[in-house]
């Protein structure tokens, strides 16, 4: 649109293209404050975030060189046991193993009954040692007898 049209001033050709122009760059360098603030935010923002990165970064560092320490003190103990955990190993896959929970079942139940037979025989034999500590001896007045 021409801004002198109307005013009885002739077309110059070019001049509305070029108010055009100075008025977008008005309205943009309008705009320039708002832009540079959030351009100063944004970078305070990645200012923030690139500082917690860091500190992270430091403490996973931290957390590795812990673990390292840890897996150093424990590797040699760990390889020390390797032989005897492979003995351990070959001896469970044995076929034999398989049969051990039957084969202390069968001993159980063979043998509990045995020894709670002895041990009812060793209170029958207590008893008897008992009356036999009881009895009087030959020269007690109290068994005429002699018992």
Known sequence: MDPFRGLG?????????LLSLLQTQTEA???LPRTLSDLNGTVRELTLATTMARETVESAQR???RLEGLVEELEEPVRA???GLERVGRVLDDPAVDTVPETLRRIHDDL???IHGLRQAQTKMGSVTGILRRRPKDDDPDDPAGL
């Open 81 to 83: 046991l390797r032989p």
């Open 112 to 114: 509990m009954p045995l």
């Open 29 to 31: 360098l309008a705009q």
């Open 9 to 17: 001033m002739p077309r110059i050709p070019g001049l509305s293209d």
């Open 63 to 65: 957390i590795a060189e």
